[in-house]
Structure formats: structure tokens, C-alpha cells
């Protein structure tokens, strides 16, 4: 049984810091890219960042380009997401996905599995 389990996340004031991490079991990890969605109340989910199979290759919205950097140790079986400078407009609910495709990993249609998801608030 596979599980993508996200923590992480919290309150942290306009211009701080969060660093997320997945963990995975059930899968072969360094056969999968992963990626990060974000979904904010009443919107619907969206990209924030992706990781290539080997790491070689990584993908942002320009939302978040500059400020968020993903990283993967396949050693642990975990994906992280470093945000900086973090806004409120990044509130959200956030979620690590997996999926055994090559390429731009912005279309959640291309991941397998999905977590459960972790709360990010940004608000003074």
C-alpha cells in the first residue's frame, strides 16, 4: 500500500520560512518524479512545484519561482519544499503527489498518488 504522508506546515508570518517534507513507503521512490500542489479554500488545486525521477530536473509556476526550491533524498524516501519570503496569497492546503512519468510535472493528472496534505497559513 503506497502513502504519501506530508508534514511540515504551520503558521509563519509574510516573509518567513516553512520547509515541508513527504515521505513515502509502499513504492519504489527513486523510480517516481514528485511533485507539490497547493489548494487554497473555495480555488481549485494547483501546481507549486516538481522534482524529475533523478533529480536532475526541477519544475515552478512563476508564482513561485525564487522563493520555493524542491529537493529530494531518495535515501530517506522524501521530497522536500523549501518557501521563503513566504505571502499570504501562499496559504493553502499543501500536497506531495508521485508519478512515474519524464517532463514538466505541472498537470496533476500525470501522479499516481497523492497525500493527505498539510496546512500552511501565512498571516501576521
Known amino acids: 500500500q503506497v502513502q504519501l504522508v506530508e508534514s511540515g506546515g504551520g503558521l509563519v508570518q509574510p516573509g518567513g520560512s516553512l520547509r515541508l517534507s513527504c515521505t513515502a513507503s509502499?513504492?519504489?521512490?527513486?523510480?517516481?518524479?514528485m511533485g507539490w500542489f497547493r489548494q487554497a479554500p473555495g480555488k481549485e488545486r494547483e501546481f507549486a512545484a516538481a522534482?524529475?525521477?533523478?533529480?536532475?530536473?526541477?519544475y515552478y509556476p512563476d508564482s513561485v519561482k525564487g522563493r520555493f526550491t524542491i529537493s529530494r533524498d531518495d535515501a530517506k524516501n522524501t521530497v522536500y519544499l523549501q518557501m521563503n519570503n513566504l505571502e499570504p496569497e501562499d496559504t493553502a492546503v499543501y500536497y506531495c503527489?508521485?508519478?512515474?512519468?519524464?517532463?514538466?510535472?505541472?498537470?496533476?493528472?500525470?501522479?499516481?498518488?497523492w497525500g493527505l496534505g498539510t496546512q500552511v497559513t501565512v498571516s501576521s
Open positions: 509502499g513504492l519504489d521512490f527513486k523510480t517516481y518524479a
Open positions: 522534482i524529475s525521477w533523478s533529480g536532475s530536473r526541477t
Open positions: 503527489a508521485a508519478g512515474m512519468f519524464s517532463g514538466w510535472g505541472g498537470d496533476k493528472t500525470v501522479y499516481d498518488y
